[in-house]
């Protein structure tokens, strides 16, 4: 199978490519794309910007470079309080904006002509690497143009998505990118912070990175070697 990945930043970035057999790389359209082997599949990564627009414009670029049949949105997420703590991996079993709103008469965080909630492929989420690692933790993933590092603004999400583990930036415009191209989509992000959970929610994220958790990231590999 062909597999795109895509992560936002650098740091994201530079924890996927070591799960990379013989890498190479491609510069296209503005984007360095990493192509080789996860296991047994073709996969292409990239970075696409930190962003809602930037998501959208670099899973585009991926899927009519490779054309990929799934992409797998992978990184890092903020955590909204629930099951799914620091260094725990969420893997998304629908992905919505939750800063979205068409105006009366349509529901809040539905994109126009869009499903409330892009899913995931069941057959994905049954897979071992995800239903039998006690990391990993399920439900929503709403997305946002907003650094989300108040209780107030979790609590918004909560309101629209009572079963959100997790809020990012770029989920839900790959998740809309790939439905509108008809690539399935898989997001996997672990948890760095829980806004409102301690005074300083800046230094939780950065002690975070301090230890990379490379683990986390190989649920990846884990998951495309059980990928028929």
Not at 31 to 44: A, K, N, P
Not at 60 to 81: C, D, M, Y
Not at 150 to 157: A, I
Request: aromatic share 6%; hydrophobic share 45%; net charge negative.
């Amino acid at each position: 199978m062909k597999i795109g990945i895509i992560v936002a930043m650098d740091k994201e970035l530079q924890l996927l490519l070591p799960l990379i057999e013989n890498p190479e790389n491609i510069e296209a359209d503005g984007y360095t794309f990493t192509t080789g082997h996860i296991g047994r599949h073709s996969v292409c990564a990239t970075k696409c910007g930190i962003g809602k627009v930037n998501a959208a414009l670099g899973a585009r670029a991926l899927i009519e470079l490779f054309a990929p049949e799934l992409i797998i949105n992978t990184g890092v997420a903020g955590g909204t309080g629930g099951a799914a703590k620091v260094l725990n991996v969420v893997a998304a079993t629908g992905v919505g904006y939750h800063d979205v709103w068409c105006g009366p008469g349509t529901t809040p965080g539905q994109a126009a002509g869009c499903p409330e909630l892009f899913p995931a492929p069941e057959a994905l989420l049954a897979l071992p690497a995800l239903s039998e690692n006690p990391i990993v933790k399920f439900g929503v993933v709403a997305s946002g143009d907003i650094f989300v590092d108040r209780r107030e603004t979790v609590d918004h999400v909560l309101g629209l998505y009572p079963d959100a583990v997790g809020v990012d930036m770029e989920s839900a415009a790959i998740a809309q990118t790939c439905w509108r191209k008809g690539v399935d989509f898989l997001c996997l992000r672990v948890i760095s912070d829980t806004p409102g959970e301690v005074a300083d929610n800046g230094a939780q994220y950065d002690s975070f990175w301090e230890a990379a958790p490379r683990e986390a990231f190989a649920i990846v590999s884990q998951l495309l070697n059980q990928i028929a």
